[in-house]
């Protein structure tokens, strides 16, 4: 059977800042897509990590499907009526167009998604993150799917031995969509070049080179782009399926027990250690420090089963202490340097107008 899962989140508002949803305003969603989902979706799932609300649909419809984007959004639209009238913060904020038009690409919701043929079983991780950018999943994803240092499946099961087809956006171009594919292993110097630059190439999707079945997909979405100012970061989700000719479920777990520095945090314009975290949880200190979420799922004939908490386990206790400590060390150094994104990364506009201002008062000496 051929299924498809679509995730879809957005921030339509939070309690005490950008925080966590209410839970009316989750009851809500849910409401609207247990009401309205018949015939259309086959299974969902909603959970939130930090501000953002994740809808995790499984259905028949293929990837893009106006119908499924339609109900996403307005579930958003339905939960963004409870926070405006529960007086949540930043009611509606992801919602950045007036009208449905036909997909919620380019609107402000992420979005990832991916269509196969069932396997017999189909295991398969939703990864969600706060306060950081899709280039986030830049280097676990490479890690995980490239070097044998994380996966021992490259080196261990036949089922890999031919790679993965790593195609890459260049999220900077915003005319339309540019992509490179390139193979690792044969390219993966080519591959490392690009995906150093996390704020201007991003991975969209992963291919296994065995099958040519889909292994990733990521949300590629700027805010920044679409809506030309300060919306909040771009808080990306991710679908990976798992096992067999895919990469183990701890082999993918595996590089985010570095807790590597990303962009984001603070106004969305500060670099912090990406701190895996469980279900359902709140940010803190300094608007972060940035987190992501993993929820392990499997799928058959379209029913998800209840999801498994990737990183709810004392081991990730452990790693989550040791980010907390790289947190406090990198804001230690306050606005200084590596601390702080570059100027053209920064989400508010408000030190565009004092670099204006000073530039008219510095003096060339001759
Ligand atoms: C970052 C984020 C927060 C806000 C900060 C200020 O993505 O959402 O760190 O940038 O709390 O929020 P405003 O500008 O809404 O007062
Ligand atoms: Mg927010
Ligand atoms: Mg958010």
Redo the contacts with the bound molecule.
């Keep these: 059977m051929k299924t498809t899962l679509s995730v879809i989140k957005a921030?339509v508002g939070s309690v005490g800042g950008?925080i966590k949803p209410s839970q009316r305003l989750i009851n809500r969603i849910g409401e609207y897509v247990h009401d309205n989902m018949s015939g259309l979706v086959n299974d969902y799932y909603i959970s939130h990590t930090?501000?953002?609300i994740a809808i995790l649909f499984s259905h028949q419809q293929g990837v893009g499907d106006e119908d499924i984007h339609k109900l996403a959004w307005d579930a958003f639209l339905a939960g963004t009526q409870i926070a405006k009238e529960q007086g949540l913060y930043g009611a509606g904020q992801d919602l950045l167009k007036n009208s449905f038009s036909g997909n919620v690409r380019g609107m402000g919701p992420a979005v990832a998604e991916m269509e196969f043929e069932e396997r017999p079983n189909e295991p398969f991780l939703m990864f969600a993150a706060?306060?950081t950018d899709p280039g986030a999943y830049n280097l676990p994803l490479y890690l995980a799917f490239v070097d044998p240092m994380y996966n021992s499946g490259l080196m261990l099961s036949p089922s890999m031995n031919k790679g993965f087809k790593f195609t890459i956006m260049d999220v900077s171009y915003v005319e339309g969509d540019k992509v490179i594919e390139l193979n690792a292993p044969e390219d993966i110097y080519d591959i490392a070049a690009l995906l150093r630059d996390n704020q201007r190439f991003v991975i969209e999707s992963i291919h296994s080179r065995n099958t040519g079945e889909i292994a990733v997909s990521v949300s590629t979405t700027r805010l920044h782009n679409i809506a030309g100012k300060y919306t909040?970061?771009d808080?990306p989700v991710m679908l990976v399926r798992v096992q067999g000719v895919f990469p183990a479920t701890g082999e993918v777990l595996s590089p985010f027990n570095i807790g590597h520095f990303v962009a984001g945090f603070m106004r969305g314009s500060h670099t912090g250690p990406l701190m895996p975290v469980t279900k359902n949880s709140a940010v803190s200190y300094f608007d972060g420090p940035p987190i992501v979420s993993c929820l392990a799922f499997c799928v058959h004939n379209g029913k998800l089963t209840q999801p498994a908490d990737a990183f709810d386990h004392p081991y990730w206790d452990w790693v989550r202490d040791r980010v907390s400590q790289k947190a406090t060390e990198i804001r230690a150094q306050g606005f200084s340097g590596a601390a702080m994104l570059p100027y053209s990364e920064l989400e508010y506009g408000g030190i565009v107008d004092k670099m204006e201002r000073l530039e008219a008062r510095f003096r060339v000496r001759s």
Excluded: Y
Aim: no cysteine; glycine share 20%.
């Design positions: 921030d950008h930090g501000d953002d706060d306060k909040g970061k808080d």
